[in-house]
């Protein structure tokens, strides 16, 4: 018995390879086991060569890996591509043999089994899940679950298939790719996207405007499915243009905002971003990166959109950029996202990619308690409202926001440099003043600052320092290093950085190496900004794949 598999289904879009992947990993975890889930899949509706990768294990999993143990293959195409990234003793499941391919496949009479070709995917969920040594109650459990909608005929002819399939494979007698039973108690299935979602609901988010773009739809599509239950209004714009100035429209009415998009759409975003800052105006942006320019590569991940939002938007004012790991790190900064926002009064940027927004993981529930309830919200009076100033110069820099119409105050917004009232001035000294108090919100967003992550030896030979997704990869990478020589920084707020949370870190190691998503070292430039880094290295990847273990140790070398 193992204690790690690593399954990868191939197919084209639309033979339902999504559908296995999705629920044999929710029955996988419901078995208690840690679940990696990496999707790659090309720009089309139908056709193309996509996958969905499952790695699971009874120990914690931090990213994907290459070696295949189990590949099901709903196509021939699959096969080809992948049979060389099998392991010693992998398995093909497929409809056929292929000529080359001797005693490496398992040929699973998919047609038969199902009756119909509508539930061949289903064959190989039951056939997969036994070989695992699941349970037939976990996928069975999955399938009553998803589809308990529709009617019950249907739900019960996919139990009959299920059946069937485990029989079939059961008969076989192949036991050497069970995993060991897991103690751990099931956790929780999300992607990044979902824990985005989530942290904005626990926010308390009241608007989402948006254009769909891969990878970030799905966060809107999440709200859209709990807008009538948490009160949310979800819109759809007709442009990126359109939706970042809904959100700011939204704000200023009173509602917790924001929009989500790719490195494409946010770039239509600029002149709204810098409204934003002009009329101090909270919002949160997550933008999800994807390889560019221009349309690039749409379904694939990358980081290379830092220097796109850190520096987004005409004129000078302030912000701050997250970029969380995980779907946990997802949900508590977004959740701190809309709390910061609301107390500095101006944009705050989650940063994600499509590695991240799309791979499903085993995640624990968020500890509630270390969350904020506590939340900054427009005031809903004043004691003179004829004395009333929107953009009063305060210490802070963070002036009395009034939501308009809830009083008898008048709520004074102008995108041209303005007054403390909020009218329009060309006055040189009031400009001076009204950008030294934006700037002044500086302070605020440093107060907040989520300081970076260390782990390992205190001090090290060699440091891989990482930032946002690449996380999970990196540890594993040092993981497979010497314990005691290796240690890991990383940065989930990269911006605004104090140099005082990280500068000791670079003084130990005798070899400190960035690991980044992208071809020009991005993070690491912005570092050097900060402090004086002689002789680092950077680890970058931008083929459009994932970062992983396996890459990072062979640039080592």
């Known amino acids: 018995?193992?204690?790690?598999?690593?399954?990868?289904?191939?197919?084209?879009?639309?033979?339902?390879?999504?559908?296995?992947?999705?629920?044999?990993?929710?029955?996988?975890?419901?078995?208690?086991?840690?679940?990696?889930?990496?999707?790659?899949?090309?720009?089309?509706?139908?056709?193309?060569?996509?996958?969905?990768?499952?790695?699971?294990g009874v120990n914690k999993i931090?990213?994907?890996?290459?070696?295949?143990?189990?590949?099901?293959?709903?196509?021939?195409?699959?096969?080809?591509?992948?049979?060389?990234?099998?392991?010693?003793?992998?398995?093909?499941?497929?409809?056929?043999?292929?000529?080359?391919?001797?005693?490496?496949?398992?040929?699973?009479?998919?047609?038969?089994?199902?009756?119909?070709?509508?539930f061949e995917n289903v064959v190989g969920l039951g056939v997969l899940s036994a070989l695992t040594g699941l349970d037939q109650s976990k996928p069975q459990g999955c399938i009553e679950t998803i589809f308990s909608k529709k009617k019950k005929e249907l739900v019960e002819k996919n139990l009959k298939v299920l059946k069937a399939a485990y029989a079939w494979a059961e008969e076989k007698k192949i036991d050497e790719y069970q995993l060991v039973k897991s103690r751990k108690k099931p956790g929780l299935m999300l992607t990044g996207n979902d824990g985005v979602s989530l942290g904005a609901m626990a926010a308390g988010v009241g608007f989402c405007s948006f254009y769909p773009m891969t990878p970030s739809t799905g966060i809107s599509m999440n709200l859209q499915a709990q807008a009538e239950e948490m009160g949310i209004v979800v819109e759809q714009a007709e442009d990126e243009i359109a939706a970042v100035n809904m959100a700011l429209g939204a704000s200023y009415a009173g509602a917790r905002s924001m929009t989500a998009t790719s490195g494409g759409g946010f770039a239509l975003m600029g002149e709204g971003v810098s409204l934003a800052g002009m009329t101090e105006t909270p919002i949160v942006i997550v933008v999800g990166q994807r390889p560019g320019p221009a349309t690039g590569l749409p379904t694939r991940t990358e980081q290379a959109d830092i220097n796109l939002v850190l520096y987004a938007g005409h004129g000078e004012f302030p912000r701050a950029i997250f970029a969380p790991a995980d779907p946990e790190q997802c949900f508590f900064l977004t959740h701190k996202a809309f709390n910061l926002a609301e107390k500095s009064q101006g944009p705050v940027f989650i940063l994600t990619d499509q590695y991240l927004a799309d791979s499903y993981r085993t995640s624990s529930s968020p500890d509630l308690s270390v969350v904020s309830h506590k939340m900054v919200r427009p005031g809903d009076s004043w004691d003179n409202p004829d004395e009333y100033e929107r953009y009063a110069i305060t210490d802070d820099g963070c002036s009395p926001r009034l939501v308009p119409t809830l009083g008898p105050y008048l709520v004074v917004v102008d995108s041209d440099e303005h007054t403390p009232d909020g009218h329009i001035t060309e006055d040189f000294n009031v400009r001076r003043e009204m950008t030294d108090k934006r700037l002044r919100k500086e302070k605020v967003l440093k107060e907040e600052i989520v300081k970076p992550g260390y782990f390992g030896a205190d001090k090290p030979e060699t440091l891989l320092v990482c930032w946002g997704s690449t996380l999970g990869p990196v540890l594993e990478a040092a993981d497979a290093l010497d314990s005691e020589k290796t240690s890991v920084l990383h940065f989930s707020q990269i911006w605004p950085l104090n140099k005082d949370h990280f500068v000791n870190y670079f003084s130990a190691p005798r070899r400190v190496v960035f690991v980044e998503s992208n071809s020009?070292?991005?993070?690491?430039?912005?570092?050097?900004?900060?402090?004086?880094?002689?002789?680092?290295?950077?680890?970058?990847?931008?083929?459009?794949?994932?970062?992983?273990?396996?890459?990072?140790?062979?640039?080592?070398?």
């Open 1 to 56: 018995m193992r204690n790690e598999l690593n399954i990868l289904i191939g197919g084209e879009a639309g033979q339902g390879l999504v559908t296995v992947g999705e629920l044999l990993s929710r029955a996988l975890i419901r078995a208690g086991y840690f679940v990696h889930v990496t999707q790659n899949y090309m720009s089309r509706i139908r056709g193309g060569h996509n996958t969905f990768a499952i790695r699971a």
């Open 520 to 557: 020009s070292g991005q993070f690491m430039a912005l570092i050097k900004k900060e402090i004086q880094l002689d002789g680092a290295e950077a680890i970058l990847r931008y083929d459009g794949l994932p970062m992983d273990a396996e890459y990072i140790l062979n640039k080592l070398d």
């Open 62 to 118: 931090f990213g994907p890996v290459r070696g295949i143990d189990l590949l099901m293959a709903l196509n021939e195409e699959t096969a080809e591509l992948h049979s060389e990234e099998l392991n010693d003793d992998g398995l093909i499941l497929m409809d056929k043999d292929i000529e080359g391919h001797a005693g490496l496949i398992l040929v699973v009479p998919f047609e038969d089994l199902a009756g119909d070709p509508l």
